[in-house]
C-alpha cells in the first residue's frame, strides 16, 4: 500500500496545492474523489488476510545489518559477482523476514518475571510463567483520551518482551484506567481466559470485553475468594472479592480482584485498586497474604496500605504503577512514608518507567524490563 500511496498522494498534493491558487469546483471535486477513492481502497485491502502484521520494533543491529548488506550490494554494482550477489541478496531477505517474523527471546524456563508496564496513570503487569506461560493482569487505559494504550504502548511491549499468546487475561475491576487498553490486546493475541471481577452487568467497558470473548471463542470467567488456577509450577489464588460482595452495586475500587501468585517459596500479591474495606476483609478472612513483592493498592492512594495491611503482607519490596504529575496527588506522601517506615523498597513507575522483578522460587531480584 505504501508504494502506491507514494504516488497518489504525491498527486493529491498536487490537486489540493492547485485548489489553493485554483479554487475552481471541479479541481476541489476531482481532489476529494481521489482521497475518498484512496480511503476506501485502504479500508478494503486492511481486510485481506495477511494484509495486517502486527510485529515489534526491530533492534538497532538488525536494521544496521540490513543497511550494511544494501550498501554493501549497492556499491559493489556489477563488480560483484554472481555469486556474491546473490548472497547478499540472500542476507537482505532474510534479515526483511526477521523484522517480519521475528523470534521470540528464549524464556528462562525456571523464572518467574514480572513487569509493570509503564502505562501512566493506571496498571498493567505482566508475569512471565515457567514453560512459556504469559499472563496479562490489567492494560491501562484514559478515561477522557482517544489514545489507545493498549494499541500504542502495551502491545508494542508484549510483543518486544516475546509475548505471542497470552494464557490469562484479567481485569480486575472494571475502571478505564485499568481496561481501557485490553481490547487493543484481545483483538492482537490468541487468548484462552479471561477473568473479571466483580462487576455490574451494564458496565460499557465489561460488555465491550465479553462482546470480543465471544467473538473469539474465549470463555470468560467471574472468579471470587477461594479460586485457585496452577499454570504449571505458579499458582493464582483469589482473595478477594467474596461470593456474592456488593452484588448490584455501581463499580467500585473495592470490586478488584486481588491475586497471590506463588512458585515455589516466593509470592507476590496484586491487589488492583483495592481500598480500606477490602484491606479488612483480607486481613479477617484468615487467608494467608504474605508476599515478598506487594504491588501497591490504587496507585498509592491514602485509602490503601494500611500498617496493619503492611505488618500482615510483610513485602521486601513494592511496586507503585502510576503516572507523573497525575491530578489525584498519587502516589500519597503518607503511604510513601510508611513504606519507607518498615524498610520497603519503592518503586514508581512515574519515575523508573517499566519494572521488572524475576524470581527463581525463593526470592526476587530486580531486573532490566527489556528482553
Known amino acids: 500500500m505504501n508504494l502506491l500511496a507514494g504516488p497518489f498522494l504525491s498527486l493529491c498534493l498536487t490537486l489540493g496545492a ?29 481486510q485481506v488476510p495477511g494484509a495486517f502484521l502486527r510485529v515489534p520494533c526491530p533492534s538497532f543491529p538488525l536494521l544496521g545489518g540490513i543497511t550494511v548488506l544494501l550498501l554493501a550490494r549497492s556499491g559493489l554494482g556489477s563488480a560483484a559477482g ?21 523470534p521470540a527471546p528464549w524464556p528462562r524456563p525456571d523464572s518467574l518475571a514480572l513487569t509493570a ?30 489514545f489507545d494504550v493498549g494499541e500504542r504502548v502495551v502491545l508494542p511491549a508484549l510483543m518486544a518482551l516475546g509475548v505471542r499468546s497470552l494464557d490469562l487475561v484479567v481485569l480486575t475491576h472494571a475502571h478505564q484506567d485499568h481496561g481501557g487498553g485490553l481490547s487493543a490486546v484481545l483483538e492482537a493475541f490468541p487468548v484462552k481466559e479471561i477473568w473479571v471481577g466483580r462487576t455490574p ?12 470473548a465471544s467473538r473469539r471463542g474465549i470463555p470468560l470467567l467471574h472468579p471470587t475468594r477461594g479460586s485457585f488456577r496452577c499454570l504449571g509450577r505458579v499458582c493464582f489464588e483469589v482473595l478477594h472479592p467474596p461470593l456474592g460482595y456488593r452484588r448490584g452495586a455501581a ?6 480482584l486481588v491475586l497471590r501468585v506463588t512458585y515455589h517459596n516466593a509470592a507476590l500479591l496484586l491487589t488492583g485498586d483495592v481500598e480500606s474495606e477490602g484491606e479488612a476483609l483480607l486481613l479477617d478472612s484468615g487467608l494467608p497474604i504474605s508476599a515478598e513483592i ?20 510483610s ?13 489525584w496527588g498519587h502516589p500519597s506522601e503518607k503511604v510513601l512514608r510508611r513504606l ?3 524498610g520497603i523498597t519503592t518503586h514508581r513507575t512515574d519515575r523508573e518507567g517499566a519494572i521488572g522483578v524475576v524470581s527463581y522460587g525463593r526470592g526476587w531480584e530486580q531486573r532490566s524490563p527489556n528482553p
Open 251 to 256: 463499580v467500585s475500587n473495592e470490586d478488584s
Open 18 to 46: 492547485g485548489v489553493l491558487f485554483l479554487p475552481l469546483r471541479m479541481v476541489t471535486a476531482t481532489l476529494t474523489s481521489c482521497l475518498d477513492l484512496f480511503a476506501w481502497i485502504c479500508a478494503f485491502a486492511i
Open 315 to 327: 513485602p521486601i519490596m513494592a511496586i507503585v504503577s502510576v503516572g507523573t504529575g497525575n491530578p
Open 201 to 212: 452487568p451494564d458496565s460499557p467497558l465489561v460488555m465491550r470485553l465479553a462482546c470480543l
Open 82 to 102: 554472481r555469486r556474491d550477489s546473490c548472497l547478499l541478496s540472500c542476507g537482505v531477505l532474510f534479515g526483511l523476514a526477521l523484522i517480519c517474523f521475528p
Open 340 to 342: 519507607r517506615e518498615y
Open 294 to 313: 506487594l504491588k501497591v493498592a490504587h496507585h498509592g492512594s491514602a485509602s490503601s496500605t494500611s500498617a496493619r495491611f503492611l505488618e500482615r503482607v
Open 117 to 146: 508496564l509503564d502505562v501512566g496513570q493506571g496498571d498493567s503487569l505482566l508475569l512471565g510463567l515457567p514453560g512459556g506461560h504469559w499472563v496479562l493482569v490489567d492494560g491501562g487505559g484514559f478515561a477522557a483520551s482517544d
